[in-house]
T-cell receptor
Framework: GQQLNQSPQSMFIQEGEDVSMNCTSS?????WLWYKQDPGEGPVLLIA?????ELTSNGRLTAQFGITRKDSFLNISASIPSDVGIYFC????????????FGQGTTLQVKP | GAVVSQHPSWVICKSGTSVKIECRSL??????MFWYRQFPKQSLMLMAT?????????EQGVEKDKFLINHASLTLSTLTVTSAHPEDSSFYIC?????????????FGPGTRLTVL
């Protein structure tokens, strides 16, 4: 089945630094979604992308839908302690089943 | 908008008992609801997809008689873990789609931590 490879697996950065994480797939995806999950909570939708090449921002977060439709990245600028959490990419592949395929997650830790 | 609630937030039960988890979309009608399971430090595993008024579609390897799903209305889906055993202990999360006709976006509930003794 379709799979997403998300990297890096974890990051430990200093407050104020910028962060970048990405997801790649061997097959085309029609939608890319980025979620953040805090410990013991459900994922919260950060950004949704629908078109190849689309670049969307949400505050300090910016995400792009890759031109090839096989990748996406999420950038966080000027990180703050509350950015700590697990970030997941997710997407809808071919077949339009409505099911989301998730990446393995990127654990972000921010040192004040 | 797009608020999804789950109840209970945590539950501890004895082995052999059944546990029901509710998932509600509070401010929109969800055409589809999804149930996930998450183990520590791992990603979300889709268990089943349910549409209002029809039988749920289970993912391969998920026992439908073990994890009963009922989607009685456009705002409520329930997951019942029957005859729970310690290996069923996990974090169960539901999601709902269909806000403003945008089926591709899923909004997640806060999750339910199940511990089976």
């Amino acid at each position: 089945g379709q799979q997403l490879n998300q990297s890096p697996q974890s990051m430990f950065i200093q407050e104020g630094e910028d962060v970048s994480m990405n997801c790649t797939s061997s097959s085309i995806f029609n939608t890319w979604l980025w979620y953040k999950q805090d410990p013991g909570e459900g994922p919260v939708l950060l950004i949704a992308l629908y078109k190849a090449g689309e670049l969307t921002s949400n505050g300090r977060l910016t995400a792009q839908f890759g031109i090839t439709r096989k990748d996406s990245f999420l950038n966080i600028s000027a990180s703050i302690p509350s950015d700590v959490g697990i970030y997941f990419c997710a997407g809808h592949g071919s077949g339009n089943t409505g099911k989301l395929i998730f990446g393995q997650g990127t654990t972000l830790q921010v040192k004040p | 908008g797009a608020v999804v609630s789950q109840h209970p937030s945590w539950v501890i039960c004895k082995s052999g008992t059944s546990v029901k988890i509710e998932c509600r979309s509070l401010d929109f009608q969800a055409t589809t609801m999804f149930w996930y399971r998450q183990f520590p430090k791992q990603s979300l595993m889709l268990m089943a997809t349910s549409n209002e008024g029809s039988k749920a579609t289970y993912e391969q390897g998920v026992e439908k008689d073990k994890f009963l799903i009922n989607h009685a209305s456009l705002t409520l889906s329930t997951l019942t873990v029957t005859s729970a055993h310690p290996e069923d202990s996990s974090f169960y999360i539901c999601s709902a789609g269909g806000l403003a006709g945008i089926d591709n976006e899923q909004f997640f509930g806060p999750g339910t931590r199940l511990t089976v003794l």
